[in-house]
């Protein structure tokens, strides 16, 4: 968390209720303050407005829906209702008078934290399309609502990622999108399709790493009956396909490079043939591109066209790595495990505190794609049991990395002999115990930690000679 991140403000009169949700809501990166009342929440208004409101119904006093009518104005924040007396009525009539969404207490985290997420990405975009709305009331096309859903998280980073996303969609600029593998280009790129004018148009991707170059040019602009061996009928490019929509160039640093000049070609007449035809089409297409390549290098390398890569840089964005979005982890991790156990149908796994932590601690190479297999891989596993990781830890404690001892030679270097193996298996045991007050089943227990059974746990302590203090 950082000064930085979204404030969520939490008003229950009950303060088990308000302690559990602000820890909850605080472990995932987001500032949160609470409130016993409507009252004092008016008498002691945050500095910093919120980015949304978790507000109690039924409270003494100022009940949950009267504040929301006393706000008036400032019903742009959105507002999570929760109530223990989940009655039809009073859900109507707090979603008539505006309310983002209305869960009944007891509601599990995930859903939760599924709709602050949400309610935070929608909260900005509202004022938005209100001052939008009032200056452009002669429109004669209706505006789409903005809706981020599918891209989870709230992290500083994300959040002006779907800034940008907002700010281009609507136009037709050219959009290069940046990132390593398995960032989620392809979900931004199908957020600016969805929120563009050419939404009722298609989305067609091309994976330009998987074109063999003798195909680009029927691939790309299709070709007609006869015009090479095996052609033995006529057929559309991805140009063509995408006529009206959005045409999505995944990985476009992987077109060779004696093959550029013909994309460049086409971005700049904006027209094409077909392979074996003199007609020319419309290019009437928006172009956005994903690289996960560093294309100035390439450029500056020779092996990247410098006038192609200036038509695709209109409007960059880049995506960052997840491991400078930690905050989004145990997000993704619960919208994962949904996923999971509705594709999969299995049962429903658990994720601990301890399992969280594990996948804090852990890099992320693969970036989100990485992190939806191992969701997928333990929740298998699991069984509907608590999900466990197996990942190398990102950084190790100094007592378990294989340093050299300081009594042995220099022979040993870089490896661990059994003794040392032993006696540091015992330590880190010793640790674990510690760390857990002696508790080795169930949740948060050392087991759990370890990742092996109780059983087996059990067996290795008695076996190292350990008494409970």
């Known amino acids: 968390m950082n000064e930085h991140s979204p404030l969520v403000c939490v008003i229950d009169d009950e303060s088990a209720i308000r302690e559990s949700l602000s820890n909850l809501l605080r472990s995932v990166g987001l500032k949160v303050q ?21 507000l109690d119904v039924r409270m003494p006093g100022i009940t949950g829906l009267e504040l929301q009518r006393e706000l008036g104005g400032e019903s742009r924040i959105p507002i999570i209702f929760m109530t223990g007396h989940g009655d039809i009525p009073m859900s109507v009539q707090a979603m008539k008078a505006g309310a983002f969404e209305f869960l009944t207490k007891p509601c599990s985290d995930e859903d939760l934290l599924r709709t602050v997420n949400e309610a935070i990405e929608r909260g900005p975009l509202i004022e938005e399309e209100e001052t939008a709305e009032d200056e452009t009331r002669l429109e004669t096309k209706p505006r789409k609502e903005t809706d981020f859903s599918e891209i989870v998280g709230v992290s500083p980073a994300l959040r002006h990622v779907l800034r940008q996303v907002a700010m281009v969609a609507a136009s037709n600029a050219t959009v290069l999108i940046l990132g390593e593998t398995g960032t989620g280009k392809e979900l931004i ?10 939404r009722d148009k298609p989305l067609v991707r091309v994976n330009c790493s998987s074109i063999p170059k003798e195909l680009f040019e029927s691939e790309f602009f299709g070709h007609i009956r006869g015009a090479f061996t095996c052609a033995v009928r006529d057929r559309i490019g991805r140009f063509e ?25 086409v971005l700049q007449e904006k027209s094409y043939e077909r392979v074996g035809e003199t007609r020319s089409r419309t290019a009437d297409v928006r172009i956005v591109a994903a690289t996960n390549r560093h294309l100035k290098q390439e450029v500056a390398a020779g092996r990247f066209r410098e006038d192609l890569y200036y ?40 994720l601990t505190r301890a399992g969280t932590e594990a996948l804090l601690d852990y890099d992320w190479p693969g970036n989100i794609r990485e992190l939806c297999n191992v969701i997928q891989r333990a929740a298998i596993v699991a069984q509907g049991g608590a999900l466990q990781f197996d990942l190398p830890m990102a950084n190790p404690p100094a007592e378990l990395t294989c340093q050299k001892p300081a009594s042995r030679d220099d022979s040993n270097a870089g490896y661990l002999t059994e003794a040392e193996i032993r006696r540091r298996e015992r330590e880190n045991l010793s640790i674990v115990l510690q760390k857990t007050g002696w508790k080795v089943k169930g949740t948060g227990g ?24």
């Open 446 to 469: 050392a087991a759990e930690l370890l990742g092996v059974s109780p059983t087996t746990l059990f067996a290795r302590i008695e076996k190292m000679g350990f008494r409970r203090p």
């Open 241 to 265: 396909a995408a006529c009206g929509g959005t045409l999505f160039l995944d990985e476009v640093g992987e077109i060779p490079l004696e093959l550029q000049s013909k994309l460049l070609r």
């Open 189 to 198: 790129a199908r957020a600016i399709h969805q929120h563009s004018l050419r």
């Open 311 to 350: 038509r695709l840089n209109v409007f960059p964005i880049k995506v960052v790595p997840l491991r400078d979005r930690k905050e989004d982890i145990p997000l993704l991790a619960s919208h994962f495990i949904e996923t999971v156990v509705k594709e999969l149908s299995c049962p429903r796994p658990r």
């Open 34 to 54: 609470t409130f016993a009342s409507a009252q004092e929440f008016l008498s002691s208004r945050p500095s910093e407005s919120p980015s949304c409101i978790v």
